[in-house]
């Protein structure tokens, strides 16, 4: 990823300089990845708007963390232990606030009302997804509830990246919103099917997801994981149509290779 | 206060409308109060912009409470069970979050960026605020400390009452905004002493305020109480300077009206 580590550095302290304490680790930093290898691919040469961007999408995603730790109970997080069960609930449930005010100051600092509104409305999807799967808990929902909050929680904020790229370049193609919006829900799935297969909290938390649902009940079996790997492929088959073939350059390359973390 | 009851329905429905659940107590609405007597008694008849934007200062206090809850472990709040201890920290936390979504798109809806910048830089300090007081848990603060935290915490939300109208009406002077934050200062004072005459809830969570900042230890003083009750006079002192002699107007009236509530 040589291509584009100039870009993430920036980023990267962009994300520092925003954060209320100091971090070590940045985590896969897989949103800004995917912005900087679609612009490139497009020819576009990501400016400081674009930078500014993808660093309140890092610190959204990072203050959504903050909260969902609370909400989860989740006490590891990226090899460390998460803030809230460091330092308690309230400095977790703080920071995420201040960390997205971070964000949201970001974008503002654009002058961009259009993707502003789009933002918040982003975050707000992010809460409705969360909502959801609130109400889904302890019982197993149906696919089409499954991906729907896997959609707002997760994609939402990788939609974003599409949206906002194509709102500050008119280079970006419209069929790159539905690109990142694929991705964020194979992106979940796997992420799902991860938990499920080393440390299960999703289970303890009645948080019943896709091999589950193939598996028809909280008992994981052989036949939901092949099925549940089926449903990750077919959201990077839906990606995979639509970069576009004359786009055939090293940044489409990079790109695929990012997708391919979704395959085991 | 039948003079803005037209203007407070209006608010109220849009409050209603953007809470994710039913609610039947509004609480006090004092910070739309006196926005609306400010605007009256500056001869501003209140339009859909200034409504609007009330409205969101209503629903970004309603969404701190969410959070504050949470963070301080409250259980009651006006007169009822507070959502966290009725449905758990997680609701509370999304439930804030989703609200204050809502509040900001309100905002955006103006298309007014300075508004928008100002509004998102007083949601930060409220979040700075709460970290100061977290940082100063179980120990006496200094009266700068508190005031300042104070300030932060809760005249930020207020004073961009007096802030937000100046923007949107030019007929509102400048004055108006230390009006506000005074007023703000002096409420979180008054709030203080109340909870240490009464349950005492804040001495349980180690948040130490100015009757034991006066009393020197954390049992509470005559003295302590008197004191406190001199430093409130001192800001609605503050802002009885502020409104001009020449608007001596039914609606100056009722604004001393409603700053009498900060008295015992």
Known sequence: ??????????????VSKN?????????KLIRSKIGLLILKMYGVNPGEEHLKFLTAIELTHTASLHHDDVIDNETTRRNSQTINSLKGNKLSVLYGNLILTNALKIILSTDNTILTKHFNETIQDMCKGE??????????????????KSRLKTASLFKMVGLGLKILSADIPQSM??????????????????????????IENGIYTAPLIYSGGTKITEYGIEKTKALIDNYIQKGFTYPEKERDNQYKKELIGVMQCLKN
Chains 1, 2 share one sequence.
């Open 177 to 202: 919103i539905d690109f990142t919006e694929n991705f964020g829900i194979g992106f979940q799935i796997k992420n799902d099917l991860d938990n499920l297969l080393t440390t299960k909290t999703d």
């Open 19 to 27: 954060l209320p304490y100091q971090i070590n680790e940045y985590g």
């Open 131 to 148: 909502l959801l799967q609130n109400s889904q808990l302890y019982s197993i929902p149906s696919l089409e509830d499954y991906i729907e």
């Open 1 to 14: 990823m040589d291509c584009i580590n100039k870009e993430l550095c920036i980023i990267k302290e962009g």
